[in-house]
């Protein structure tokens, strides 16, 4: 499989931080090289949760899922039948990848997870 990596994902995947916070403009391919970085650790692992968060679920929908779906679309991983929109779950073999909104912040307290994407972290309230 060959993606189109750009300087965002390489770095991505030379880093051994824990905690990485991706900084740029406006399509500048954080949250693309992002995902990519994410999936293919994914397919590389077993039983791992990605959690996958935006501010609004309408903002989620409209960007970063979106995005999510059109990479795995690409990379052939994509299978409808393993999507249930209304849990906002996306199996992927043993993997599962959550996709919620933290407009209520008592709706996500105590979820686990092994790796998290927070889209758009300006817009979300620290707690």
């Not at 709706?107 to 300006?122: F, M, Q, S, T």
Request: proline residues 2%; positive net charge; hydrophobic residues 35%.
């Amino acid at each position: 499989m060959k993606i189109k990596a750009t300087p965002v994902f390489e770095k991505l995947w030379e880093n051994d931080k824990r905690i990485v916070s991706l900084v740029g403009g406006t399509r500048s391919s954080k949250t693309y090289s992002m995902l990519q970085f994410s999936l293919i650790r994914l397919l590389t692992q077993d039983k791992k949760t990605l959690s996958i968060c935006r501010a609004t679920l309408p903002s989620l929908k409209s960007s970063i899922l979106r995005d999510l779906i059109n990479i795995m679309e690409s990379m052939g991983i994509y299978d409808p039948t393993t999507h249930n929109k209304t849990e906002g779950i996306i199996k992927l073999g043993t993997n599962t990848i959550e996709y919620f909104s933290l407009d209520a912040e008592m709706k996500v307290r105590g979820r686990k997870r092994d790796y998290l994407i927070l889209d758009e972290c300006n817009e979300v309230d620290y707690d």
